[in-house]
């Protein structure tokens, strides 16, 4: 079982920057891939970025390309996201995902509020 805890989401200004981390139990080193998702009021939940933990090979969603960094820690089993220029459509509830192949694994969530 992989168990994954978000944080770091809250109320930012447009333009501004955010880092939400994603904890895993009991570590990260058997999973193969981990990734963030977002689900705005109203919309469908849609992928934001993924990183293959062993390598670091990454990819983003169109929409945030440039803007987001997706990251990892071994030592605190811990993948991040950092978000700049943010704007107020990036507001939405993002959740961790994790993949230890076939099956997947997700987070709470937390919520993060882009104010104009």
């Known amino acids: 079982q992989v168990q994954l805890v978000e944080s770091g989401g809250g109320l930012v200004q447009a333009g501004g920057s955010l880092t939400l981390s994603c904890a895993a139990s009991p570590s990260i080193f058997s999973i193969y891939a981990m990734g963030w998702y977002r689900q705005a009021p109203g919309k469908q939940r849609e992928f934001v970025a993924q990183i293959i933990l062993s390598g670091g090979s990454t990819a983003y969603a169109d929409s945030v390309k440039g803007r987001f960094t997706i990251s990892r820690d071994y030592a605190n089993n811990t993948v991040f996201l950092q978000m700049n220029s943010l704007k107020s459509e990036d507001t939405a509830v993002y959740y961790c995902?994790?993949?230890?192949?076939?099956?997947?694994?997700w987070g709470q969530g937390t919520q993060v509020t882009v104010s104009s």
């Open positions: 995902q994790a993949t230890v192949l076939p099956y997947d694994y």
